[in-house]
């Protein structure tokens, strides 16, 4: 079965610093792997993917994220942290259409940026 | 359309009644998702369309729950008898492949009184 873990629930950081969430995943074969963003009161906006290629993807915003096949990981980053990136950020795998094309999100982090 | 559209937005019902929401993919989508955000909670799936194959049930909480998608297009997801629990958002997708990731709608939030 696949699932999504991510340790940290709650991240607060001061804008303008850099900023590392955490996604480890289980999945049997290579995955897809997705970074999504929630604002408050929307829908989920997708901010980058991984499928295959080369293992550090950028996404929009500025957001990059790096697959380390080893470590289950799939971390997001940002060098530089605005306030409107304020929100809740999940992760999520699947595989592909063979494999059903359901995603299974994590459970969120909730991002708070400070002035 | 050129999102996904999703009513109605909000939705306040009595315990026991019967709702249903809509949900209208992008055109051309093939695949259509039906996700559940409780408070505070990840997104929980419930059912999910495929062209005209069966539909993959799985999540379904309890059979007062139940989707159909006509056309390939709109789905209808309906809750029976609704109990306090139902309360959530219920999230929308629809997607061409899974490699391109969904496109959500803006969820209908559900609160059972």
């Known amino acids: 079965a696949q699932s999504v873990t991510q340790p940290d629930i709650h991240i607060t950081v001061s804008e303008g610093a850099s900023l590392e969430l955490r996604c480890n995943y289980s999945y049997g074969a290579t995955p897809y792997l997705f970074w999504y963003v929630q604002s408050p009161g929307q829908g989920l906006q997708l901010l980058l993917k991984?499928?295959?290629?080369?293992?550090l993807v950028q996404g929009i915003k500025g957001f990059e994220a790096e697959f380390k096949r080893s470590q289950s990981s799939f971390n997001l980053r940002k060098p530089s942290v605005h306030w409107s990136d304020a929100a809740e950020y999940f992760c999520a795998v699947g595989g592909g259409e063979t494999s059903g094309s359901r995603l299974t999100f994590g459970e969120g982090t909730q991002l708070t940026v400070n002035p | 359309g050129a999102g996904v559209s999703q009513s109605p937005s909000n939705k306040v019902t009595e315990k026991g009644k019967d709702v249903e929401l809509r949900c209208d993919p992008i055109s051309g989508h093939t695949a259509l998702y039906w996700y559940r955000q409780s408070l505070g909670q990840g997104l929980e799936f419930l059912i999910y369309?495929?062209?005209?194959?069966?539909?993959?049930k799985s999540g379904l909480p309890s059979d007062r729950f139940s989707a159909e998608r006509t056309g390939g297009s709109v789905s209808t997801l309906t809750i029976q008898r609704t109990q306090q629990e139902d309360s959530a958002v219920y999230l929308c997708?629809?997607?061409?492949?899974?490699?391109?990731?969904?496109?959500f709608g803006s969820g209908t939030r559900l609160t059972v009184v």
């Open positions: 991984y499928f295959s290629g080369d293992t």
């Open positions: 997708a629809s997607s061409l492949r899974t490699a391109y990731g969904y496109t």
């Open positions: 369309f495929q062209g005209n194959s069966a539909p993959d």
